[in-house]
């Protein structure tokens, strides 16, 4: 390559000119010094001008202007990703000096090229050679996920990237329903344990009247599905429970047919359970009699009659607990 060329906008002058410039005057711009038109005929290609930078950085040389080394920076990771060389790209594009400005280079080139399928080995080098923060690498897969209309890999990299509002936003709304209708409510706890913790919660917006609800009533229908019909402490631990989530069952968020009929599925569950907990405390030989001096019966009206069930379903709970009621009055008689 010769040292000096003639161009449409005068002449440019070899890297190894600039370089001797540079060594003898500190000062000398260094836009001009990194242009590839000082070392090659390909435009496009900031290689060269990448690494000599970083050389003269080690020893000090400091003073190109910020916009130029942003755009540098930019410019070397878009031919790298253009390549197939997405990672290296990263890795340039970690040089940014501003933390903003980085990570939102490094996710714009995560979410271009992440998949959702795990890829141990890039994800493993990005995380340990890169030290590039698994969240971000998360936060792309929910991006992805997002955009692909895939809710339950959304869900689930909200969770793995600490997105706690997100994944609450997702959960309830393109997830919860389904998932109860069709009976898949191991994952739905699954996915709402990580957001039941004091720390997150607190700060999900409308969790009091979405996923706590949720939370506490699949809770309980766990422990009712291994209950000890002998442990009488823990009979009495879940009727109190139930009796609080009838009053709450109500307040859950409603923003479609489909959450109409999780909302009567719970209120059936939480009918039928405070059914099955009453005739286990009922004994023969026992008082029928509550502290307060109501019959059991009469006491769970107020919560049933407050569940939102269909008319049909909830004139015919109230008809069982009506003949409880009669049952357990005429036992009262005979005491």
């Known amino acids: 390559e010769p040292l000096f060329r003639s161009g449409l ?16 005057d500190r000062l000398h711009r260094l836009e001009r010094t990194l242009s590839p038109a000082t070392h090659t005929s390909h435009l496009l290609d900031y290689g060269i001008s990448w690494f000599v930078h970083l050389m003269l950085r080690a020893v000090y040389y400091v003073h190109l202007p910020a916009y130029s080394y942003v755009a540098l920076q930019n410019d070397f990771a878009a031919q790298l990703e253009s390549l197939g060389l997405w990672k290296w790209a990263v890795f340039v594009l970690l ?15 995560l979410v271009r090229q992440c998949s959702l399928n ?23 897969k929910a991006l992805i996920a997002q955009y692909d209309r895939i809710p339950e890999k959304e869900a689930e990299f909200c969770l793995k990237a600490g997105l706690w509002n997100a994944a609450h ?7 919860a329903a389904a998932y109860i209708i069709s009976g898949n409510e191991d994952t739905l706890l699954n996915m709402l344990t990580p957001l ?11 969790w009091s009247e979405g ?12 422990e009712m599905m291994a209950l000890d019909e002998g442990d009488q402490e823990l009979v009495e631990r879940l009727r109190e429970q139930l009796k609080l989530l009838c009053t709450r069952v109500k307040d859950l968020s409603c923003d479609s047919l489909e959450d109409r ?27 029928v009699i509550l502290d307060d001096g109501s019959l059991p019966s009469l006491s769970l009206t107020p919560y049933i009659a407050g569940l939102p069930m269909p008319e049909d379903y909830a004139l015919s709970e109230l008809r069982a607990l009506t003949r409880s009621y009669i049952r357990e009055f005429l036992r009262r008689i005979r005491w």
Not at 169 to 175: A, P, R, T, W
Not at 196 to 206: E, T
Request: charged residues 35%; hydrophobic residues 40%.
């Open 169 to 175: 936003e997702v959960i309830m709304k393109k997830l």
């Open 261 to 287: 009929l999780c909302q009567s599925e719970i209120s059936k569950k939480c009918a039928s359970y405070l059914k099955s907990l009453l005739f286990l405390e009922e004994r023969p030989d026992e008082d």
């Open 9 to 24: 906008r005068g002449t440019v002058r070899d890297m190894s000119f600039h370089l001797l410039k540079l060594y003898a």
């Open 211 to 222: 996923g706590e609800i949720l939370f506490h009533y699949l809770s309980i229908k766990k």
């Open 95 to 109: 040089h940014l000096v501003d933390s903003a400005d980085r990570q939102r280079a490094v996710q714009q080139v």
């Open 118 to 140: 795990e890829n141990e080995d890039d994800e493993a080098f990005l995380i340990e050679k890169l030290h590039v923060p698994a969240k971000w690498i998360y936060e792309a």
């Open 196 to 206: 039941a913790d004091d720390d997150r919660n607190c700060d999900i917006f409308d």
